[in-house]
C-alpha cells in the first residue's frame, strides 16, 4: 500500500505562482508512473501532468503546457507541480496518483490505482 500526501494548495490571484506536492510513504518514483489529476466543481476529474522517471517520459495536458511543470526528488519521495501564471479555470481540487502504468497510459485516470486525498487550488480573477 503507497500512501500519498498532497499539500501547498491555496487561494491566490490570477497570474500567481503556486508549487503542490505530494509526499509517498515509500520509494514510488523510480518505479511508478506519477501524475497529478484535478477536479473542479461539477466536472469529472482530469489529467493534468504525469512523470514516469523510469522511461523518462513526461507528459502535460493541452490546457497547462508552458505554464506547469511536473518533477520528482527521488531522495525525498515527493512528486512537484509547479503551477505559474494561474488562471481562474485552474481552480480545483488537485490530486496525486501512483501506479505502474506504462507509458501510454500515463494520461489515464484508471492507469492509476494509488491516490491522495486532494489539496484544493483557488485562483480568483
Known amino acids: 500500500q503507497v500512501n500519498l500526501v498532497e499539500s501547498g494548495g491555496g487561494l491566490v490571484q490570477a497570474g500567481a505562482s503556486l508549487r503542490l506536492s505530494c509526499t509517498a510513504s515509500e520509494r514510488t518514483l523510480s518505479g511508478y508512473g506519477m501524475a497529478w489529476f484535478r477536479q473542479a466543481p461539477g466536472k469529472e476529474r482530469e489529467f493534468v501532468a504525469a512523470l514516469k522517471k523510469s522511461a523518462g517520459s513526461i507528459r502535460y495536458a493541452d490546457s497547462v503546457k508552458g505554464r506547469f511543470t511536473i518533477s520528482g526528488d527521488n531522495n525525498k519521495n515527493t512528486l512537484y507541480l509547479q503551477m505559474n501564471s494561474l488562471k481562474p479555470e485552474d481552480t480545483a481540487v488537485y490530486y496525486c496518483?501512483?501506479?505502474?502504468?506504462?507509458?501510454?497510459?500515463?494520461?489515464?485516470?484508471?492507469?492509476?490505482?494509488?491516490w491522495g486525498q486532494g489539496t484544493q487550488v483557488t485562483v480568483s480573477s
Open positions: 496518483a501512483a501506479g505502474r502504468v506504462i507509458v501510454s497510459s500515463m494520461t489515464q485516470e484508471s492507469a492509476y490505482y494509488y
